[in-house]
């Protein structure tokens, strides 16, 4: 009985042959199959802060927002116009906490997004791999896109968030990305075609 080697196990580069140690061949630039959740390191890796408007990190906050504040609000109105005890409208604080807590997440995003928009500098990037977030969204792991990227310092990587379940970049590609302190946006281009 034949054992077959996981593809992590892999020694060599299947284009070049040369030793394997991350996912993009050091050699040839050749993607080497490794997966990226086991792979070496071998930059540090910036903090990355996600400046990407989205669905999870706006709209959804924003439902919670504006649905918690509004019954806040209200329920804190109904006990004082009613006449009861003051101590009954302290029923409310919830609702305002939870309301409260969802504004600053959406104020968040949309600041972040501002600053990179304002004041961010283009860079280029390259695809190394993705890897699974903590996240799930319908019962699939939303993905983390592993990039690197020329700095002052040397080459870096960062972890970028997608908020989503697709893989939308190919391995070994290339995206501009804007980057203002440790924020950070991918930059989606249009493709423009003349015929």
Request: glycine fraction near 6%.
């Amino acid at each position: 009985m034949t054992k077959m080697k996981p593809t992590n196990q892999q020694q060599k580069c299947p284009s070049c042959g040369a030793p394997v140690v991350s996912e993009i061949c050091s050699y040839c630039g050749s993607p080497t199959g490794l997966v990226t959740a086991e792979a070496d390191m071998e930059y540090p890796v910036l903090e990355c802060k996600e400046a990407t408007l989205g669905f999870w990190n706006v709209w959804f906050p924003a439902i919670f927002a504006v649905a918690f504040s509004f019954a806040g609000i209200m329920a804190f109105m109904i006990t004082l116009l009613s006449g009861e005890e003051f101590g009954v409208a302290f029923i409310s604080l919830p609702f305002l906490l939870i309301g409260i807590v969802a504004t600053f997440f959406v104020a968040r995003a949309l600041l972040r997004n501002t600053k990179v928009k304002k004041n961010g500098k283009m860079i280029t990037a390259t695809v190394y791999g993705y890897m699974d977030d903590n996240v799930l969204i319908n019962n699939q792991p939303a993905q983390v896109v592993k990039l690197l990227v020329q700095t002052p310092n040397g080459p870096r990587f960062i972890l970028y968030k997608l908020g989503n379940t697709l893989r939308p970049y190919g391995i070994n590609d290339t995206l501009d990305i804007m980057v203002h302190e440790n924020c950070f946006m991918i930059v989606k281009n249009k493709e423009v075609v003349k015929w």
